[in-house]
Every structure is written in structure tokens, then in C-alpha cells.
């Protein structure tokens, strides 16, 4: 019997980590996707995932509006609880086999919830790893909700393992991020295309001459520091004046101080050497860093996609706090000189070496042979 | 500088298991007392707890209307996402310092959720035991988004820690309802008074000749079995013959089934010897059961407080599967056989002895001597 | 091009003022029936509608669970908006061309709303009428939301148009519920294999030696006298001593003083000539009214279908205050002597004659071909 | 007794269509003021009214999140939905006497439910007026949910009698946004402080010169066509090319098309002539339009305050349709020759007559004596 497989998608950054997931369970004739959209993926300020997600080929199942407006804690916890509310509907209704939800957003608890309330058997990409902050709850929550753990690495493993879970539910496939890495750097691209694509704002300017690629988002324990810690990177960028792509954060408590230091540091500032985009499809993004002389910011994809590209990463701040990282990263503080000195080390550096530390590709592949096979159970029991 | 202690009781069970801390909070001059009374707390037909509150000399600060009618999987998870969002607003208004959840129900989730996306400092009392079904992993995930652990027995605290949490928050208590057990046995009382004062349904007799206790709820991963199952227990004391006293069951996907079942039983079997209770205080409760040959059902009394007073279970079925147990439970299966059986058995064995293995009292003290002083921290991270 | 009619029915006397409809669109080539059970609809304890509605042959489209439990004014107003919020999801997923909504209980502002704010055409069955309390804001509420209009009377006519609705959206045809009376005693029966099939609790009794309907729902405004309201009732029902077949009432704030009473009541009294039903098919409540003596309460079947029938009723209290009504109601307040020598007088005088105040027959086919063939609007403007 | 009235504020142009009641209720010794912020009122993005009501030395009882991001058809129902179950639990909590709503935005109908659900006196100001549009549903749906209307003109008590209210609890006050212009016009000002004050984007010139003002909402009906209709009026603007002041719209389903629109021709567009302001005091706004040529767009101040004031006005679309106006007022349709045309006959014609249809001022006042002394009712029916 087909299998019915509902995926959760509620964020952009948590497409990448599952496409090559979706790709393959539309491949599968054991399988059936249920893709359910949701929450920042919709909105077109978030650069309208769902739009993407269409235009790549998949069918939505349903569309789940949950974000309630304000970009606060209050409005974290409440949109959280109206999308478990939705999703419980959606749910039922659509009765599948597994939800699958992605990493750690404050919103995947909603899915994590309604789909263990609903007794339906939960399967977690990207547990195991350690970071901080209300992600590090969410994710480890999730984690004992979960009833298939599918791990990026074998630390991520041992500690899904320590966290009484059972050896036979957890599985190493490495992240489906990297999947996408390996393909896109499979095919062959114009770069400079991309001002054209995706228009953006900002000047335009020749990649071929270096760049650096910025993304920073807000962090949620620290919320009125967001636009102070904005700005540091926004002056430290402003005086290194290397080329430089800006992707614009996501929705998150916090979120305001980010935006509204970014637009107020552009209408104050002339930034020619800087292009912010919204949006970007996972392939040219990776083919941007992979051609960027560094990362800066605070993204998982410093840590995680720039591990296997080699590209090096300034890390700011303590949001990938405790993370695995490779050689790749070098750590600073929220100040605009520990920030742009750091950049500096990058450019004069160059590409570091390869790590495997979050998979080798065809992730994809081995999360839908386990969805397709796997025994459907919900009952746990710690083992300790 | 006083700290504002914000309490969250959601259900009649949860009640004597926070009371003796509630008591000593009020009479602490380093606290102040924020009492939340919400979900099935709030509703007459499982008992009214918020009526008992307020006798019993506490102030509802916010009274939260979450429980979605229906009494099934997919009401269990709206109803927490409703509390969630409410929450939310509750406790951004209110502005505690130390949020208190307790146990492990289903809605208690929404509690913990929205204090841990507030930023306030969540304790959690009663982590780190185990159980089975949905409360298995809404406890644990609970501990994981917890910052402070209050925890009943020192295998608990192994558990807790085991599962990552710094041994530096995790608090070796014991449970305050052993208080209430404690406080109840010192006070004298009338045991036929509370025919009078609780009336319920079905005859009254003579408690000094011996009588047994039933309270059985029902299990929500077994939705459609819970009839037939109550029907067992039904069979089993109508067969005994035994005067009882039978406890009403707590909201719970599924209970429809238990409460049709009980309700069909009783208008087409003759049931002189049974009387049906909604509600009791937590002390006249103790009593009642501390001058029980035995108690038969699933509740955590049976496992919990029956351990300290030395009176013999009849532990049926899954519910309390994993949970540490002394000398007095005994487990049977779903079999009117099975449960006369061990009813008669315990009945002639008799009193059993004391074991402290959810603690000997003093906890309220304990705990609200830790939430005087503790330091509120949010943050952590996976020690592993 | 098939037109798709979304209809919504949230409680047990809702849906006989839409069957006929219902059967009509399943008919016709022309529509296509969506059809949502929500709120009190889905309950057990409010007689389960749904399986009534699955056993007459309906396919339902969606669930929708919204009832927020406490019965309470907080409570309905709760209800009502969790049901907004769920209905635009269901709308905005199953695209009607017109959603229908029936009368006028406080959830129905939930469907009239989620449909006039999506843009889809609402149609309102039974607006027009008079009565009072909360049901005569709603109802006259929805009149002014509402893009279409099916009407039961030539009064109720005359009023929608004084509301200042278009002359060419409102349409006299008769209620829906006496396509139900029409055909119900159309067909034969044998009255006394009703306590087999609805079982109810309480004594059976000889139906042909004549017997009295109760049916008696809270009135919202009046919250806190609801128990003393039925208790009246009761003591009046039980002083006659006639056979009685009492309805439990719906779901409603103020309906567990009612509830409460009823159950106090049977507990305290000897009550062998009264039969209390949860639930009964329209067609057998029909035929049940049709052969008895009178109907005792403040339903408005006694004013709607009785007016047809020729049943004599006592209406009591002012939940029917000002709808129109026809010879056969004798109206009495909240006092025990005044309701039970009104049931002797209506038992004494007898049958009265058929009233056509609330239509004919033929409202179902009469309303379907209009939703079939009128134009789809949705922008009004106030006339005057 | 004092009596607490409560004022719940969702959107910026309420503000000042209650801001003298709120003066004169805080200065009344019988009246006290409770005030909800609520909706877009509280976001940033939306010009922060929350802001402006507390420099202005009210305080906000409660902040009611309630905006579900998306601004589509879907999300406006969604966000009533979950106003009306927060303002449920709030008014709960507050227990007023009297509950006040402005006009008639669509999240306005979770004030009036929760109102009239909880039995609380409704007072509705600025009913009985005609306009088309989902707002005319919600204004006359709210009309029949309130028990007390306060309205602008004779014209509207005339209709909102005709609507069966009852003309004891309807009077004729005048609206108290014409409070705000007397007094604004009363006190000096210093024009071109307000580019430092409110600072905005764009370029800045000087207001003695000339210039005109535009406000341009989306039309919920015609959700797709937003973005055509806005850029219609950017470019009748830009070829007129006279200085402009240009104020962004409110949040309403279809405003993320007029945003867009709005940003993507500021990019593409040179607009050094316009100025783009997201809020202003309503002091500053009435001296700005005081000041101007005229306005244009679709907001009723252009229709309201500007027949006071004898400011001519452009008015697009059919968004004021049906409203009651002055000869100040000049309709054209969605295109950039007719706009830019009426544009300049605006401008050639000069100021028009002073034209009291809306009002001579003192609303606040006589608002406040009525709510201090009439008798609280929330019981009506139907005259005809």
C-alpha cells in the first residue's frame, strides 16, 4: 500500500533542507507527497517560498496562514499555537502515514504537536545538533516528540541516542541541503544572470571580480539588540566595500529591529558596493557561495553548505552557537571591527578545504527508502 | 526585589500535585502568587476545580477557556493550540518571572511552549519519569524546553539529567501531593460525611466495613477501545460485589467512551453497591483511599501516592506502564477476569508497607525555597 | 458551468431547516453539494447530528470542531471566532459559489462572516423573523451580510426589505422544515418502536394513551436562572403526571444550569411518566409531535412546525417573544402553576387548525432552483 | 457608580474618529476609560498608532495581537477570528459597562461580536452611513449588533432608524474626527517641521509653494487589480508633477498590491516631487490637508474632514461609493487621465465653501454625556 507522506513546509531556509527529499518521494511509486505550505513560506515579504516551491514542480495540498503579525515573542507563541490549531484540521484531513517536519523554527513545534496529538508517526530532519538560544528547545523538543530522526552527522546521532531515542529510529543520511549543493554545482550557470532574475535592489556589479555574500538574521533571546547588532555588520561591510549580496532575514521575534535597521542604514548611507535580495532559488544560491570569497553573518549555511564547499564563513554572534563546525568558520562578536577584520582574514585566505562533516549528498535518497519501508509506530519509552 | 511565580493548572489531577507549593508560595514573603486556572479546570463536568481553588483560600489571577469539545485526538490538539495563543497574552500581561507547569497532560504543552517563546524561565514538576502514550513524549519534550526541574525520586532525577539537562537546575524534591498526604492523615475527619458534602449519584454505606476505590481513565492512543475497556472494570466490581466508591474520569481524547460507558452500565445493571463521585478535595480523597482495601484503575494515585500509604493497586493496563512502582501495584490486563482476580487477592493480602519512593513530604517548602532563590536562566544547551 | 453550494450546518435544529434543500442540490444536475458539519453538530452529547446526517445518505466535505467548552457567554463568543478563522481556511479550500447559512445561533455568525469576507455569495435561510435576546441581533446581523435571501413568510418578506435588502434578492419560500412535516406524515409509522430505536433513559410508556413533548433550551440572556427556569418546568411536567417525552436542549451558554437541572432533578424525583430522548430523526420528532397532546418548552418548532400541524403549544418565557406565531401557542412565564395549567387547557381543547404562516411545503425544490439560475452578486448597498 | 467604558482601537484612521471622546471620558469624574489596542494599531509597519495614543497620554489596558499575515481575503477572516476570541477573554477581564467601535473595518466585527456575545451595551460610532464595498456589510451588520449609535449626520440617523433601531438609542453627535480639525486649525503649527517630525522617504521642498495630498487604500473587492489601480494614480501624480505628500495605506486584504506597487515604481520611477510619509499626528494631518490644493485618493477624510475644511478632493474608484458628500468632492475612475485631470481643475478652482454635513465639532463632548447617563440596554427587537 502507498504510503502518504506529509511534509511541513513553514520557512525558506527549511525548503533547501528537504528538497531533494520532495524530489524523491515524487519519484516513488511506494510513496505519496502531501505537501502542506505555511507561515512565513506564503508571504511574499519572506520571499514567497510557496511561489518557488510551485514553479519547481510540486503541488501544494494546503496552505496553512498562521503568522500573526508584530514580530515579537507574543506573536512567536501565537502563531505557533494557531498553526497547531490549522494544522490539526489539515491534518485529519488529509490523513497521512508520517509528517515530517524540518529542523528547529519556533513555528515547527505547531506540526511536531498536532501531528504526535494526532497519533500520526513524526519523522525529524536535522535533530542532534546543538546551538542555543529558543531553537536549541525547539529542536530537542521536537526531538522527543519525533518518532524517525533522520541526522545530518554521527555526533548528531550520538546525541539523538543520549537523548533516549532508539538506535533503531534514528539514521545518519547526512542533510538534504547538501544534495542540492552537490547538483547545483553539477550544472553549468551565468552568474551575473542573477540581477536579472531576481532583481533585488541595490547596484549591479561584476561577480567575476570577487564578492562576499552577507546573511544575518535576527536573534530571538536578545530582541532589542537586533538593530544594534545589524548595524555593526552593516558598518563593518559598509568600510571593508568589497561587492558584496545581501540576503534579506526571516521572519522571527526581532525581525523588525533587523528590517528597520537595514532600511534606515540605506536611506542614510551610500551602499553602491551592496545588492539586497528577498529570495533566491537554493541552486543559484549555492552557486553564489560557492563563488563568494566568504559568508558573513550568522546562517546555518555558513556552517553547514560552506563545510562541504570550502567556502569560509564569518560567524557573528551566538545564534550557530555549539554547532559542529569545520575549518571553515572563524567566530566574532557583534563589533564592526572584530567583524570586518574577520572578512579581511577570509578574502586574504582563500577557499578552504572540503569537510564532510554534515553528509556527502543523497540524502534525499536514503530518507525515502526508510520512509518507504520503516515500521509506523508512535509509542516510545525512555530507555534510562 | 519579589518574584511573581506564574502557576498554570489545567486539570482536577494536577491540583494536589502544585497545592502544598500554591500554600507555600502565599506565605512567602520573597514571592508573589499568579495563579492561571484554564482547561478542563475550568468546567463543571470534571469536577470543577476551579471552584476548589477558591474555597481553599487562592486567587484566580486569569481563568483560560481552551478545551475544544469533541474529546479526540484532533480536539487534544486544538485545544493546546488555543491555550497556547492565549497564554501567550496571559502571560505577556501578568509579566511573571518563573512560569510552573506540571506533569505531563496534553494541554500542559501550551503552558511550556508559551513561557519558553516568552523568554520566562519555565519550571517543570514532576520530569524524568516514565510512562507511555502521549504523556511519554509531551513530559520529555517539556524537560527539554524546561529551565528548572523539580522531580519527585532520584531515578527521575537520573532521567532528567540523562537527558541532557544541567544537574545544576534539576531539583531532587519529592512530589507535593505526598504533602497533601501527609497533611490529610494528621487532620481527624468523618469518613460518611462525604456522602453529604460531595453527594454524587448511587447509594451510600457504611465506609467502616470496607470499600474499594475505582478510578480509571482512559488511554488516548486506544481511542475506540476505551468502552470496552471501562465495560471490563465495570464487570470486574460489579462482580466483586464490593462496596465502592468510583471517581468520574479526567477530559481526555477518548473519554466518551469512558463516560458512555459508564453512563450506559449504570442504567442496565443494578449498581447498589457502587457510589459515583465528580470531585473531592485532594485531603478527603486521601483519606478515603488511605481507608481503602485497594484502589482499582489506571490513575497515578494507584502508583504515586498509594506507595506512601501503603494501600494496594490494581494497575490496569498500559497507562502507568514504565512508571517506577513499589510493592503495592499490582498489574493486570483488560480482563473482567483479571481485575476481580487481583481485587480479590488484594483485599485479602491487606495493607502493604510504606515506600518513599515519590518522597515523604516537605516538597512545597523545598520547591519555593529553590524558586526564591534559584537564578533565572533561559539559556542552555546540550552538555553532550 | 455546475455551481458549488457550500452549506454549514452547526447544531441539531439547523439541520431540518435545510434537509429538503439538501436532497434538492443532490438531485439537481445544475449544483454540486458541499457540505461542512461543524460546532455542536459533531458532539455526541448534543445527539450527533453528523451520524444522522452520514445515515440519511450526506457525504460530509469538512469537520469542524469549535466549540469551546464552559457554555458560557465567553465561551460562545470564543466558539464563534475559532469557527471564522477555521470556515475561511475550509471556504478559501473547497471554492464554493455560495455558502448557505441557517438562522441564527451565535455560531452561524462564524459562516456568515468567513463567506461575506472571501467575496462568495451567502444565502440566508429564515432571516426576517422576530424573537429577541442574542438570536435576534445575529439573525438580523446576517440579514445585512448576506447576498440572498430565503424567507419563510410574507412578514419575515416585508422586513428583510424594510432591513434595506434588494427587493430582487429575497425570496418567499416557505421554511425547509415543513417539506419535512409534508413528508413525514406521508409516510407511516409505528410510534411505540421509537424508544428501541432512540433508547433514551427512562420509563417506555403506551404512545396511543396519549403524552406530552417537552423541549426546553436555555435563554442566554437570562444566564444564571437557567436552572431555576427548567426546575419550573420540571415540577409543572411532573405535577400534570401526563406521559411525557422530554428532548434534551442544545448547546448554549447557560445550558449546564439546564443540563445540571434536568440531571438533579431525575436524581431527586420519581419521574416514571417521563422518557428523556437525546436525539430523534426530524421525520419521527415530527410524526412524535404530530400525535401529541401538546408541546411544553421554548422551542420553536412549537411556533414553526405546529402552526402546521394544529399541535397545541405552551411557550414558555420569552425565548419566542415576538415571532410571529399562529393560534395554536399559548404563551406562559417561569412559574410551575401557570406552565402546568396551560398544559391542561391545551390537552383539554385539543387539535387546533393548520396555520400556513410558516409555508406549505416545497421550500427545498423552491430554494434550489434559485440557487441554480440568480445572478451571483455580492455588492449591495443600503437603499435608502 | 462609575461607569468603565471600553474603547477598542484596531487601525490608524480610528484614531482620530474617537481620539476627543477618549479626551473627554478621561476628563468625565463618571466615566472610566479602558483602552484595547488592538490589530494593525499596534504595528510598526502600519505607523504605529500604539505609539502615538501613549505620547499622547492615554494608556493601553490591553494590546490584542490579531493580524494573520498575508493580507488576503483569507487572512482578514482569519484575523477576526482570532480577535474576537482574544477580545472575548479580554472584555471578560475588564468587565465594562459600555463597549465602543469606530466605523466599520472588517476586524471592527471581532469588537461587536464580543460585545454583544457577553452581553455588554455596544455603542457604534459612524454607523448609518453608505459606501459599498465589504465595509457597508460590516457597518450595517454592526449596526444591528449595537444597542447605542453615535452618527455624523442627520442622513445616517435616518438610515439607521430605517434599519429598525430603536430612535430612543441613536443620536445624532456629529463625528468627532471634526473635533480634531477644530481644534488643530485652533492651535499654530509650523508646516515644514513635519519632514523632521515624521521624517519618511523621499525628498523634501516647501509645503508654502503648493502642494497636494494623496491617500490611496486598497479596494477589498478587487483584490487583483490593487497593484493596476495604484499605479494609475502614480503616474497621474508624477505627470501632473505638482509636490506632493504621499501617505502609505492601511494593512487590508489587496494591500500588499498597492505596496508593491507602490515600492516597485519608486525604483523605477524618478519621483523627487513626492514624499512618502507612513503616519502623522491627525493634528499635522488636518493642518497638512488644511494647507493643500487637495487631496486624492479614496479615504474619507477626503469626503469627511475635507467638507469641513473646503479642501477640494479627487476621490478614486468606488471605495466612498454611495458615501454622503460635498460639492468639494470630484469622482473619477482608475485612470491616469481622469486623475490627472481632476487634478488640475483642483487646482485651478481653489478652496470650496465650508460644508457642515459631517458635523460642526463637539462630538467628544456630547458622546461622553450620553454614555455617562443613558440606561444601559441590551435587549431589542425589530420594530416592523
Chains 1, 2, 3, 4 share one sequence.
Not at 502507498?2 to 520532495?22: D, N
Not at 485529519?92 to 513555528?107: N, Q, S, Y
Not at 552577507?214 to 532589542?224: A, D, I, K, L, S
Not at 564532510?356 to 509509542?379: C, F, H, K, M, Q
Request: proline share 3%; hydrophobic share 40%.
Amino acid at each position: 500500500m502507498v504510503r502518504k507522506i506529509c511534509v511541513v513546509i513553514t520557512a525558506r531556509p527549511s525548503y533547501p533542507r528537504v528538497r531533494s527529499v520532495l524530489k524523491a518521494i515524487q519519484a516513488s511509486s511506494a510513496l505519496e507527497l502531501q505537501l502542506v505550505v505555511a507561515a512565513s513560506a506564503l508571504l511574499e515579504r519572506y520571499g514567497n517560498t510557496e511561489r518557488t516551491i510551485v514553479d519547481e514542480g510540486f503541488t501544494i495540498d494546503r496552505r496553512v496562514y498562521m503568522v500573526v503579525e508584530g514580530e515579537n515573542l507574543v506573536t512567536s507563541a501565537k502563531s505557533t499555537g494557531i498553526g497547531l490549531s490549522e494544522l490539526a484540521t489539515v491534518f485529519d484531513d488529509l490523513g497521512p502515514d508520517i509528517v515530517i517536519t524540518i529542523a528547529d523554527r519556533f513555528e515547527t513545534m505547531a506540526t511536531a504537536i498536532a501531528s504526535s496529538y494526532l497519533n500520526i508517526p513524526l519523522a525529524h530532519i536535522q535533530g542532534g545538533e546543538v546551538t542555543g538560544s529558543i531553537d536549541e528547545k525547539v529542536r530537542h523538543a521536537i526531538t522527543k516528540l519525533a518518532d524517525l530522526h533522520f541526522v545530518a552527522s554521527t555526533k548528531a546521532y550520538e546525541r539523538v541516542i543520549a537523548l533516549g531515542e532508539n538506535e533503531e529510529r534514528v539514521f545518519v543520511t547526512g542533510c538534504p541541503s547538501i544534495d542540492i549543493v552537490q547538483q547545483a554545482l553539477a550544472e553549468s550557470y551565468s552568474p551575473t544572470a542573477i540581477f536579472d532574475q531576481y532583481t533585488g535592489v541595490g547596484s549591479r556589479f561584476q561577480l567575476s571580480e570577487g564578492y562576499i555574500v552577507v546573511v544575518q538574521h535576527p536573534v530571538t533571546t536578545e530582541y532589542f539588540e537586533s538593530r544594534r547588532h545589524i548595524e555593526e555588520t552593516l558598518h563593518a561591510v559598509k568600510e571593508v566595500g568589497a561587492p558584496t549580496l545581501w540576503f534579506w532575514p526571516n521572519v522571527d521575534a526581532g525581525s523588525d529591529g533587523t528590517s528597520a535597521g537595514i532600511r534606515s542604514f540605506r536611506e542614510n548611507h551610500d551602499l553602491k558596493h551592496i545588492h539586497f535580495f528577498k529570495n533566491m532559488s537554493p541552486e543559484d544560491f549555492i552557486r553564489i557561495l560557492d563563488g563568494s570569497e566568504c559568508i558573513v553573518g550568522n546562517s546555518s549555511v555558513g556552517i553547514r553548505e560552506c563545510a562541504y564547499l570550502g567556502v569560509p564563513a564569518v560567524n557573528i554572534g551566538n545564534r550557530q552557537l555549539g554547532r559542529d563546525r569545520g575549518s571553515n568558520v572563524r567566530d566574532v562578536g557583534y563589533s564592526r571591527e572584530d567583524i570586518s577584520d574577520a572578512i579581511r582574514l577570509c578574502r586574504e585566505q582563500g577557499r578552504c578545504a572540503k569537510d564532510l562533516l554534515y553528509g556527502g549528498g543523497g540524502a534525499g535518497n536514503r530518507i525515502t527508502e526508510i520512509l518507504a519501508s520503516t515500521p509506523l509506530t508512535v509509542e516510545k519509552r525512555l530507555p534510562y
